[in-house]
């Protein structure tokens, strides 16, 4: 079964610009979590969704947005980019989430510069 | 708000020899997870081990052990035998319990095997 898969793997872009990244899920689960992981703020919880729906957000401003489609599919946007976006993006994807017991898998990350 | 605290940045143990990892952390709930996650340099995020709050037994995971201490909010990792392969950051994690898949990750631990 593949794993996690998240496209492109490492992306250059400059303040002000838009960003979309992708992720895509284990075959059947139908939950997705992303999060930022940064030096110094670590790893932080970006959103969760569900069936198409967010379900719980992080602490971000609203520059960053996500949203999953019918096949769980999921993508994240950052507009209006900022040197300080620049980070690992990780997505991980579950059976249906919610808090369930089911494991999380971490997909290999999206490398964003922001220059 | 849950906090996760792991005060060891970085830790040394040499090849087959035993490594304990600390973490503690802070929360209100009763019903909860908590995981510790490895992350290779330069490769995907994996689980090692995972406890269930409401599980007075410790887990294991062939050479993966934790200490949990509910009362004392702690839940340390011990790694036997160690090997070189073991080289990565690890992360301790907390998610709550049937409520959304949010983990609230510590800021980590890098760990150096030396041969």
């Known amino acids: 079964k593949a794993g996690v898969t998240q496209t492109p793997r490492y992306l250059i872009k400059t303040r002000g610009q838009q960003v979309t990244l992708s992720c895509s899920p284990i075959s059947g689960h139908r939950s997705v979590s992303w999060y930022q992981q940064t030096p110094g703020q670590g790893l932080q919880f970006l959103f969760e969704y569900f069936s198409e729906t967010q379900r719980n957000k992080g602490n971000f401003p609203g520059r960053f947005s996500g949203r999953q489609f019918s096949n769980s599919r999921s993508e994240m946007n950052v507009s209006t980019l900022e040197l300080g976006d620049s980070a690992l993006y990780l997505c991980?994807?579950?059976?249906?989430?919610?808090?369930?017991?089911?494991?999380?898998?971490f997909g290999p990350g999206t490398r964003l510069t922001v220059l | 708000a849950q906090t996760v605290t792991q005060s060891q940045p970085e830790m040394s143990v040499q090849e087959a020899e035993t490594v304990t990892l600390s973490c503690t952390y802070d929360t209100s709930e009763s019903d909860y997870y908590l995981f510790w996650y490895k992350q290779p340099p330069s490769r995907q995020m994996i689980l090692v081990i995972r406890?269930?709050?409401?599980?007075?037994q410790n887990a294991t995971e062939n050479r993966f052990s934790v200490n949990f201490q509910k009362a004392a909010k702690s839940f340390s990792l011990k790694i036997s035998d160690s090997q070189l392969g073991d080289a990565a950051m690890y992360f301790c994690?907390?998610?709550?319990?049937?409520?959304?898949?949010?983990?609230?990750f510590g800021k980590g631990t890098r760990l150096h095997i030396l041969p």
């Open positions: 406890q269930e709050a409401y599980k007075q």
């Open positions: 991980a994807s579950s059976l249906v989430g919610g808090g369930n017991i089911d494991e999380q898998f």
């Open positions: 994690a907390y998610r709550r319990m049937n409520r959304d898949d949010k983990i609230i």
